[in-house]
């Protein structure tokens, strides 16, 4: 779970958001008629904006400051250096796979996963790769609630089952 550290730049958030609002209109009048017509710019929706910084993120450049003390110059084997397009950084991040009090990481030790899904909140990644055990528990859950007028919910308690996946 290394990662990057970054610090989003006005122009990522102008390539993720301002760049991709839209102009939604509503029309007013009898009947249906579009006498009047009322415009203004709505936001993506946030899946979008998430997708376009996750694809920033997995092609970042990394850079180090050049000696003038204002360029930055790409380390590594880069293809071009970037532009005020591309998302850069400097820092890797912390190993967040580990606890570690300086950076304030509990680490995933013990953590809950999903031994099915294929994707972040899968063991695999979540786990950083060290495995899992699968534990039955019982808990305690409200059940059975109603409401009552004016303003009560009374519920009862049931004992449910349930398995969880922890990261070892």
């Given at each position: 779970m290394h990662g990057r550290s970054f610090i989003f730049s006005g122009d990522q958030a102008t390539y993720a958001v301002k760049l991709h609002m839209r102009t939604e209109c509503k029309c007013h009048g009898?009947?249906?008629s579009c006498t009047l017509r009322t415009c203004w710019k709505k936001?993506?929706?946030f899946r979008e904006v998430g997708d376009r910084l996750l694809e920033r993120?997995?092609?970042a450049s990394k850079v180090m400051g050049g000696n003038d003390g204002k360029?930055?110059?790409p380390v590594g084997q880069n293809i071009k250096p970037p532009d005020k397009q591309d998302l850069i950084y400097s820092d890797e991040s912390p190993d967040f796979c580990l606890a570690n009090r300086k950076t304030g990481s509990l680490g995933t030790r013990g953590r809950m996963c999903n031994s099915t899904a294929m994707d972040i909140s899968g063991c695999d990644l979540l786990c950083c790769?060290?495995?899992y055990r699968e534990e039955t528990v019982v808990i305690e859950e409200n059940c059975l609630c109603r409401?009552?007028?004016?303003?009560?919910?009374?519920?009862?308690?049931c004992m449910v089952r349930k398995e969880l996946s922890l990261c070892h």
């Open positions: 009898l009947s249906g936001m993506p929706h993120f997995n092609g360029t930055l110059i790769e060290r495995g409401f009552h007028w004016c303003c009560v919910v009374q519920c009862k308690k």
